[in-house]
């Protein structure tokens, strides 16, 4: 019972990560669903802790929320993290656009500006 309780609670905040960043992005459920080629009940389904998606709809997700697909696998347990958060891969679960989102102690328009400046930055890198 323990476990099934965990599992729920694992698919629950994963739902809730992807509500979160889907927000962030100003998407609605039926955007995302064009973007990832999923349907918008799944999505909602998934979203509410209710369902477990495959790694190929997980990754689908990353990508039209420009997410790392580890952060989403890591959180749906398909990933094992280390100690210092680190994937089994050696990447971090948390890449820098993810933490910039996921940051309470700044507001959507902050969290826009800095994604912009980073992804400018990596741009002029290139």
């Not at 889907?22 to 979203?47: C, G, H, K, M």
């Not at 802790?49 to 952060?71: F, K």
């Amino acid at each position: 019972m323990v476990a099934k309780d965990t599992w729920q609670g694992q698919l629950s905040a994963l739902g809730e990560l992807i509500r979160s960043q889907r927000r962030l992005a100003n998407l609605s459920l039926r955007e995302l669903a064009e973007r990832t080629n999923v349907s918008n009940p799944y999505l909602s389904q998934i979203e509410r802790g209710m369902h477990e998606p495959s790694v190929r709809v997980l990754r689908s997700i990353a990508r039209a929320l420009n997410l790392s697909a580890e952060t989403l696998l890591a959180q749906a347990g398909l990933l094992e993290r280390d100690d210092d958060g680190a994937t089994d891969d050696g990447e971090h679960a948390l890449d820098t656009e993810s933490s910039i989102r996921a940051d309470p102690a700044l507001s959507d328009s902050q969290k826009q500006a800095l994604l912009a400046v980073y992804r400018s930055y990596l741009a002029a890198n290139r």
